[in-house]
């Protein structure tokens, strides 16, 4: 039996094989109405899009790197998910690369582990304007998160605004000693937008941030981090009503301690997250989270990069996204 080709769905579709093959490559310039026609037609037909013959037509392999730190932490391993979903919508292949360090960052993004892709979407831990210098781009590339970096098109996270609502919720509730579970070096106080969302909240209610409610782990991304930072807080004697924790999975950690050390949540002490993972919907009490917008995130980050794909040469374009607060158990005022 012959394979459908690309004139079946194009006869299927009511539209022009050229037509077609712009949808598969992911081009601009079809609407949304003709897009889903295609998609429908080739799902009808069964056509099946040839990898190597696409790239040797193209010049392109019509695959994509998603890159991401690790996949333990659960916001990386969904965000890695969606994005996967969302190219493969477009007709794009995609390759997982994990990069654990500012090295292999820079390596992927400089197409050093990534020669057999045509793009790269990356979720970065360390990866800055600094670290690239001047060094050459030899493919697209998206930032999913962290900070902006100039050459790079990226979609920056509505961390200050969930750091803010977050604060807001607790000191509304009543809390006024809200520790800080957090990835910062000893020594040293925490920085960046989630910080900084923490620290205005607490000044506009006339409160200085206290070091002592400065809660650290040996690292910032594990469940056994988030264990760790509290158990050293709850040792060290502080008072404290809530934790504010840099991200689900070191709330979890945290949740785990204050059980293990008498403490009820969120009789005693409220605990938050960030990020929205489905892992706090499960934990006990379910987990109060910002949720990032995970699909706006995703949707402005393939959008950007198929634009880049179909042409669009100019200059690195930043978009920032909006969080809101999703409040369950581990947080509810006390009665």
């Given amino acids: 039996m012959k394979a459908p080709t690309l004139a079946d769905v194009a006869a299927v579709a009511g539209v022009s094989a050229k037509t077609v093959s712009n949808v598969l490559l992911g081009r601009p310039g079809v609407s949304a109405r003709t897009r889903e026609s295609v998609r429908e037609a080739i799902a009808q037909v069964g056509y099946a899009v040839n990898p190597a013959g696409r790239g040797l037509a193209s010049g392109r392999t019509g695959r994509v790197a998603v890159v991401v730190p690790m996949l333990y932490q659960p916001y990386f391993a969904e965000m890695a998910e969606r994005l996967i979903l969302a190219l493969e919508a477009h007709g ?8 654990p360090d500012g090295r292999s960052e820079l390596d992927a993004v400089l197409g050093v582990s990534t020669r057999d892709v045509d793009a790269v979407v990356i979720c970065p831990h ?5 670290l690239i210098g001047d060094a050459v781009l030899p493919r697209p590339v998206v930032q999913v998160g962290g900070g902006p ?20 919720h607790l ?5 006024r000693r809200i520790a800080l579970v957090w990835n910062a070096p000893r020594g040293e106080m925490p920085s960046g937008s989630r910080y900084e969302g923490y620290r205005s909240v607490l000044a506009e209610h006339g409160i200085d941030v206290d070091p002592a409610l400065i809660a650290r782990g040996s690292d910032w991304d594990r469940r056994v981090s988030g264990y760790e930072a509290m158990v050293g807080l709850l040792q060290s004697g502080a ?5 504010m924790c840099v ?6 950690g945290a949740l785990r301690a204050l059980r293990g050390h008498g403490r009820r949540v969120p009789e005693d002490v409220a605990v938050t997250g960030f990020d929205d993972t489905d892992e706090g919907e499960f934990t006990t009490p379910s987990l109060t989270s910002v949720s990032p917008h995970q699909e706006d995130m995703v949707a402005a980050a393939v959008a950007m990069l198929v634009e880049r794909l179909g042409g669009y ?14 409040v369950r158990d ?4 006390p009665v």
């Fill in 92 to 99: 794009l292949a995609t390759t997982l690369r994990i990069a």
């Fill in 126 to 130: 360390l990866l800055s304007a600094e």
């Fill in 149 to 168: 970096v100039d050459r790079i098109d990226g979609v920056i996270m509505g961390e200050r605004a969930g750091a803010e609502a977050v604060a807001r």
């Fill in 171 to 175: 000191l509304d509730g009543g809390r």
């Fill in 239 to 243: 008072r404290f009503d809530a934790a």
């Fill in 247 to 252: 991200n689900d999975a070191v709330a979890v």
């Fill in 313 to 326: 040469d100019g200059a690195a374009r930043h978009v920032q996204t909006s969080a809101h607060l999703v």
């Fill in 330 to 333: 581990s947080s509810r005022p």
